[in-house]
């Protein structure tokens, strides 16, 4: 629910979704975020207060936070046992639909948006696809790694998948960002996983032995990711999202120019 500019993380994440086609959103939760279920609630005090008060703009503001053909569910994950948990507590909701995955403390600013370039991938492949892009030797320890062939400028046909590698043993500098398009087949995968880096199920893993039943591709996407899970990161989606607002670009930007640094 951390804001950027003037929304909460989850509602970009949410927005980039529905850009690409979704309209299901399943949100896997832990305990103490009930916050999330109430921003997508339905604020009739709040609405009709601002339908009597004619304020046109801002009511539309708050429609526009969950149309009306997007529907939320909840899940509860009552263990933080690590992502591939948090995926496999949303199975039933799924089934076997291919599905999406974002997190959204990965901030993905593309146009079209990040997702919408992987779901016009995955109608021509067919197959599962996860974000990537190149990150520096010496923070391979944060990210899966993918390593694989070439096909065409933006695609790697995925021959490995490694959670979290030391430098000297990641297979490549490609990192994975937080967003995937999976076939309901990784299900079953993440399910036969031991805990993995961290003690956690982890998602990586469920794609590694996927990756003996279906091709997997790595996305090497347009637009640039802002890790808001740092405070680095938060800072310069701040930054950078309020310099590009319309509302508050020229402003903003004055602002900085007067700061003596
Ligand atoms: C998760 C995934 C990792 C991925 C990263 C992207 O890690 O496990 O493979 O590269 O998200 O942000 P986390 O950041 O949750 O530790």
Do not use: W
């Not at 639909?97 to 492949?125: C, K, N, S, T, Y």
């Not at 398009?181 to 996927?210: W, Y």
Request: hydrophobic residues 45%; glycine residues 8%.
């Amino acid at each position: 629910m951390l804001p950027v500019v003037d929304k909460p993380l989850v509602q970009y994440a949410v927005e980039e979704a529905y850009a690409a086609g979704i309209r299901q959103m399943i949100f896997v939760t832990g305990r103490h975020k009930r916050a999330i279920e109430d921003h997508f609630d339905f604020t009739f005090e709040l609405e009709d207060a601002l339908e009597k008060a004619h304020r046109v703009e801002l009511l539309a503001m708050v429609r526009a936070v969950k149309p009306d053909d997007m529907e939320c569910v909840f899940v509860r994950q009552a263990k933080a046992l690590g992502l591939g948990h948090a995926v496999l507590c949303a199975r039933h909701l799924v089934g076997d639909h291919p599905f999406a995955v974002l997190l959204p403390d990965d901030l993905m600013i593309g146009e079209p948006p990040v997702l919408v370039q992987m779901a016009e991938q995955f109608e021509e492949l067919q197959a599962s696809i996860v974000a990537v892009q190149e990150v520096p030797a010496d923070q391979t320890r944060r990210y899966g790694i993918v390593a694989g062939e070439a096909v065409g400028d933006r695609l790697i046909d995925v021959t490995r998948i490694v959670e979290k590698p030391a430098p000297e043993v990641a297979p490549s500098r490609l990192g994975v960002a937080g967003r995937y398009v999976l076939t309901s087949r990784v299900f079953d995968e993440i399910a036969s996983q031991q805990r993995g880096v961290g003690g956690e199920i982890q998602l990586t893993d469920g794609i590694a032995a996927l990756l003996k039943h279906e091709k997997v591709y790595a996305y090497r996407y347009s637009g640039k990711r802002y890790d808001c899970g740092s405070k680095e990161g938060f800072l310069q989606a701040n930054v950078e999202l309020a310099l590009a607002s319309p509302e508050l670009g020229a402003g903003f930007r004055a602002y900085l120019r007067s700061l003596e640094f």
